[in-house]
Nanobody, 125 residues
Framework: QVHLVESGGGSVQSGGSLRLSCDAS?????????VGWFLQSPGKGREGVAT???????TYSDSVKGRFTISQDNAENPVYLQMNNLQPEDTAMYYC??????????????????WGQGTQVTVSS
């Protein structure tokens, strides 16, 4: 059962930008929550990309720091992942995930139980 809805994926050339959107409003009205973005390349497991919590605190993987920005204007709005200077190695299925009520907010797959169906990002050289 899909609980979150992602959008915004597509195909771009190297150096281009995309903005992914995750509708997590069903969960982000809670007083404590964490929303994360993960990527999965063919034949590999999911890797954490970025997270944001109810206080607006963000974390990023080393591979995307300085290029990607996770944001949410307010609890009723989608969570965005702005991706700039995209490179071919960013090509993957991107998933949004959420968890409610915890005190942590780290990009660790096993700590999220609410997931979206994913949106494909393809970057050509």
């Amino acid at each position: 059962q899909v609980h979150l809805v992602e959008s915004g994926g597509g195909s771009v050339q190297s150096g281009g930008s995309l903005r992914l959107s995750c509708d997590a409003s069903k969960y982000t009205t809670a007083s404590s929550y964490c929303v994360g973005w993960f990527l999965q390349s063919p034949g590999k497991g999911r890797e954490g990309v970025a997270t944001i919590d109810a206080d607006g605190t963000t974390t990023y993987s080393d591979s995307v720091k300085g290029r990607f920005t996770i944001s949410q204007d307010n609890a009723e709005n989608p969570v965005y992942l702005q991706m700039n200077n995209l490179q071919p190695e960013d090509t993957a299925m991107y998933y949004c995930a959420a968890e409610v009520g915890g005190v942590w907010c780290d990009p660790i797959e096993s700590e999220f139980t609410i997931w979206g169906q994913g949106t494909q990002v393809t970057v050509s050289s």
